[in-house]
């Protein structure tokens, strides 16, 4: 008798099903951009100040979606330095085009670009940047070496990514909650997703093993906060396409229920002045 064999991740599927998503959630993602702002400010300035970006940098940003932080990387730079912000989707990009001109920037450009394959030449870059991308690469230590390739000597690379489920409820309980109601099994052996660099010590082994060294981290405490519960969830049903990506073999009924049923689970954070959805970001760096 045959053993069954373990199913594998199917690397290939999984990107494209990413580029999907993020081509149908591009104009979601650029219309939230205000709240991308406040919620992930505190990091997103940590993670700058952490790659030492200033004025006359050149700043590669990987998987950079919409943009917000790009704009952000830009205004430190100056007319000086310039910023490359690249993405697996050019819908996406094309909204951080427009962010950019609604911000009056001239220093930024955009690329379509596989964050695993970095079509820019060696030692091109002061920092490179990433904000909640690196957790979703199928092969994260090609991505990070890719990185470390662009990277001049000296050069830094800082990265933002969710620590813990526990730690992330805002988002950890709608995952829980679809994969019982979709009867999922676990992430198979290998597969990325928002918690697969959460762990103690994880992010910094994965920075040191791709060949970065001084690697260090921070936690930054970064609350969702919004008027309502139903409110975080309009943004993660409009923003988050991994979640529908979860919820694909389930009828349209049942996925109503099941957005009723994150709604309720997550009203247990909401408070006198509104809903606060737990977060905490990890901001690791490396150094080429």
């Known amino acids: 008798m045959e053993t069954p064999q373990t199913p594998q991740f199917n690397a290939t599927k999984y990107k494209q099903t990413t580029y999907e998503q993020w ?27 952490m790659a030492g970006i200033s004025e006359g940098h050149h700043v590669l ?6 943009g917000e932080q790009s704009i952000t990387a830009a205004q430190k730079v100056g007319p000086s330095g310039s910023v490359l912000a690249t993405d697996i989707s050019p819908n996406i990009l094309l909204f951080a085009q427009q962010l ?22 060696d030692g091109t870059f002061d920092a490179v940047i990433s904000r909640v991308g690196l957790i979703y690469f199928p092969d994260q230590q090609k991505a990070l070496r890719e990185m470390l390739r662009v990277l001049k000597p000296g050069g830094k690379i800082a990265a933002i990514v969710y620590s813990t489920p526990e730690k992330n409820k805002f988002f950890s309980v709608p995952v829980s909650i679809i994969r019982n109601r979709a009867a999922l099994p676990p992430p198979l052996p290998g597969q990325p997703g928002p918690f697969s660099l ?29 008027p309502s519960a139903k409110q975080c969830v309009q943004f993660e049903q409009e923003s988050f396409g991994a979640l529908h990506q979860m919820m694909s073999g389930l009828r349209d009924a049942e996925k109503e229920s099941v957005w009723q049923e994150i709604e309720q689970a997550l009203e247990q954070f909401e408070n006198g002045s509104g809903f606060e959805g737990p977060c905490e970001m990890i901001v690791a760096v490396g150094e080429k």
């Open 61 to 66: 940003d990987v998987a950079a979606g919409a």
């Open 198 to 226: 959460g762990a103690e010590g994880v992010i910094e082994a994965a920075f040191t093993k791709a060949g970065f060294k001084n690697v260090k981290s921070a936690l930054v405490h970064s609350p969702v906060l919004l």
């Open 23 to 49: 081509q149908a959630a591009a104009e979601a993602w650029y219309r939230w951009s205000p709240l991308l702002h406040t919620w992930l400010h505190d990091a997103t300035e940590k993670m700058m100040e």
């Open 100 to 121: 950019a001109r609604e911000a009056g920037l001239q220093n930024i450009g955009t690329k379509e670009m596989d964050g695993e394959n970095l079509s820019v030449a």
